[in-house]
């Protein structure tokens, strides 16, 4: 693949200002500068250099991204800034898109691509992909609040109850559930149908992957081959 239309595929600008980026010595490989756009390069596997910044080469752009409070994940946020002026301009540029949405005030692992596939697929509820958030509540936690939420709860103006698929009280205030939909403000109304309320929010995996402890708010890591399977792991 010529280095210019790669760079344009990788979110570096468009076609022409990426062939003036390259002309100015800006890219590189292992520490070498190529000045020719046009250079033939097989791009499997290759990472690259811009401004001494190294970017691996992804055909389709998969990361993790732990979201801080505060962000909305729209992007036109109405309210709150949104998170993607948290990320690299490369990954606007390729149009990279959140899987599902996070509240403004919710934190945790959202994984986000532009592989319109792989949203499709993470996002169907065919495919019962378990999100599993640690839960802060007000009041304290018992068993039938447990039992409730096991056995499904009716949500305002829906016909069908929501249930998790599991649920284990960690502490007096802290739960630790898991569900299979997506629904607007799920967990949140979910907890206020067994009369509680949600205080704190956060979702701490996605199918068989989970938010990396060493991993700030507001940062992102690639997900390679290895982690997309850990993806679908819990998947039936
Ligand atoms: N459920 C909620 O209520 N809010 C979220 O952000 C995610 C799940």
Known sequence: MQIERLLQQQGFGTRKGCRSLVRHGRFAI?????????????????????????????????????KPAGYECSRKPKHHPGIYTLLPSQFVERDI????????????????????????SLSSPKRKVPKVYRVTVRHPLDEPQRQALLAGVMLNDDPDPAHAVAAEIVDSHTLLLTITEGRYHQVKRMLAAVSNRVEALCRVAVGGLE???DLPPGQWRWLEAADLERLWSKSP
Request: glycine share 8%; aromatic share 10%; charged share 25%.
């Open 30 to 66: 292992q520490g070498q500068v190529i000045e020719d756009p046009f250079l033939d390069i097989d791009p499997i596997g290759l990472k690259f250099t811009v401004d001494e910044q190294e970017w691996p080469y992804f055909e389709k752009a998969v990361v993790l991204f732990h």
């Open 97 to 120: 898109q959140s899987v599902g949405r996070l509240d403004e005030d919710t934190t945790g692992l959202l994984i986000m691509t532009d592989d319109g596939q792989l949203i499709h």
């Open 211 to 213: 938010l990396p402890a």
